[in-house]
T-cell receptor, first 113, second 114 residues
Framework: DTEVTQTPKHLVMGMTNKKSLKCEQHMGHRAMYWYKQKAKKPPELMFV???????INESVPSRFSPECPNSSLLNLHLHALQPEDSALYLC????????????FGEGSRLTVL | AQSVTQPDIHITVSEGASLELRCNYS??????LFWYVQSPGQGLQLLLKYFSGDTLVQGIKGFEAEFKRSQSSFNLRKPSVHWSDAAEYFC????????????FGAGTRLFVKA
């Protein structure tokens, strides 16, 4: 059983829609991450939050907007996405940013039509 | 530039046979090293990690990995593969250069035949 929970598991949206992906962890971790994974590729880092502050933004387009309401929750707001944004979006957490070991959720499969 | 290389895109192994997945990294110092496994449509799960100390590391599900500094390698092994081991395996390097960052290899897809 994963201790990082992501919702929804599947999302289909049009290019004009606004939607959000949600992630929750109850391990007391202070770092949370969003990764994007295309088929047959490794995960690519999008954002890192450390102690609820954005610490890494890997030059992700502004149509992706992260939010960390508290230490247990991480959201990814989606607006005006493109079909090439279709991917598996993975949330992860770690004890702190420097502890290295990542705990992943099962992912949200996003399809943009 | 730092990099992680997994030379085998896919490997097929018979059930019960031994397994070795290769991983090489390029980095000036000894980084943190990880192996993750991903079943289809799932997230990644940590199999094992190396930070320092004993260079032979034991992980979950009967996996082990050996760090060889001279070869900049961190190969994953399992003495007897089960059909449920079929998955994608990612080697990863953790670097602390102005903030910790994890770099993943391209992955090796493991197929297990009966």
């Amino acid at each position: 059983d994963t201790e990082v929970t992501q919702t929804p598991k599947h999302l289909v949206m049009g290019m004009t829609n606004k939607k959000s992906l949600k992630c929750e962890q109850h391990m007391g971790h202070r770092a949370m991450y969003w990764y994007k994974q295309k088929a047959k590729k490794p995960p690519e880092l999008m954002f890192v939050y450390s102690y609820e502050k954005l610490s890494i933004n890997e030059s992700v387009p502004s149509r992706f907007s992260p939010e960390c309401p508290n230490s247990s929750l991480l959201n990814l707001h989606l607006h005006a996405l493109q079909p090439e944004d279709s991917a598996l979006y993975l949330c992860a957490s770690s004890q702190t940013r420097d502890t290295g070991e990542l705990f992943f959720g099962e992912g949200s499969r996003l399809t943009v039509l | 530039a730092q990099s992680v290389t997994q030379p085998d895109i896919h490997i097929t192994v018979s059930e019960g046979a031994s397994l070795e997945l290769r991983c090489n990294y390029s980095y000036g110092a000894t980084p943190y090293l990880f192996w993750y496994v991903q079943s289809p449509g799932q997230g990644l799960q940590l199999l094992l990690k190396y930070f320092s100390g004993d260079t032979l590391v034991q992980g979950i599900k009967g996996f082990e990995a050996e760090f060889k500094r001279s070869q900049s390698s961190f190969n994953l092994r399992k003495p007897s593969v089960h059909w449920s081991d079929a998955a994608e395996y990612f080697c990863a390097v953790g670097l602390n250069t102005g903030g910790f960052k994890t770099i993943f290899g391209a992955g090796t897809r493991l197929f297990v035949k009966a």
